[in-house]
């Protein structure tokens, strides 16, 4: 049979949990350079930077499409976001300093709600 699920990333609660945190992210007031995909025509160089783009409104559009096994391939997307800011903005810039904000805020968050 299926092997029990141990924690709460593997148990059937995962998703609920990954919707919730997105609600969370978004209404962060440091989501809105997030929200939605960059526009790779108004920003120059993004998208020869940086090799897989990722939002909260994808992540919320894969979520909805059930394209997340667990809390953990959701995780990897959301980081996706952070270090793809990291990789384009200076630290000292608006955006730069709005990603190191959220990743914090998530990182806190999801290590809260797994203990
Ligand atoms: C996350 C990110 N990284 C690098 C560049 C942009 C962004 N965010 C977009 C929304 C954004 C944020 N601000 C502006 C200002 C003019 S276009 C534009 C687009």
Redesign the pocket.
Known sequence: CAKKAKTAKDDKNGLPLCRMLLAELEAHRDA?????P??HK??PG?RKVIKKPM?FSTIKEKLANNQYLNLETFIIDVNL?FD??EK??EDDSE?GRA?HNMRRFFDKRWTELLQ
């Open positions: 809105w350079p997030f929200l939605t960059v526009n108004a920003v993004y939002d976001v793809n800011c384009f903005n955006i990603g």
